[in-house]
Nanobody, 122 residues
Framework: QGQLVESGGGSVQAGGSLKLSCAAS????????MAWHRQAPGKERELVSS???????VYADSVKGRFIISQDNAKNTLYLQMDSLAPEDTAVYYC????????????????WGQGTQVTVSS
């Protein structure tokens, strides 16, 4: 039920782009809000972007205008397009499923992927 698998991380130079993918189970994709978080060395995990069941998108100030969250319902896959990458974007990126209410039913989703490393060099 609660499987999330990220892919797409890697190493790029500043100014480059990467697109992360998160494959989820149908159970998760049909019931949960989705989000991307990241954790840089020595820092706390932080929210990068979230996508609610009603389509509301939220972005951290540090990535606004550079990152875009999206999903493909047919493929049960969440994406994070990252453009104009900077060294401060270097982190492990995690896909997460968040609590959501669907048709009046609250689903306490709390699932995490294993993370994918993004390294941006100057």
């Amino acid at each position: 039920q609660g499987q999330l698998v990220e892919s797409g991380g890697g190493s790029v130079q500043a100014g480059g782009s990467l697109k992360l993918s998160c494959a989820a189970s149908e159970y998760i994709f049909s019931r949960c809000g989705m989000a991307w978080h990241r954790q840089a060395p020595g820092k706390e995990r932080e929210l990068v972007s979230s996508l609610s069941r009603d389509g509301t998108e939220v972005y951290a100030d540090s990535v606004k205008g550079r990152f875009i969250i999206s999903q493909d319902n047919a493929k049960n896959t969440l994406y994070l397009q990252m453009d104009s990458l900077a060294p401060e974007d270097t982190a492990v990126y995690y896909c997460a499923a968040r609590p959501s209410r669907v048709a009046g039913v609250l689903y306490p989703c709390d699932y995490w992927g294993q993370g994918t490393q993004v390294t941006v060099s100057s």
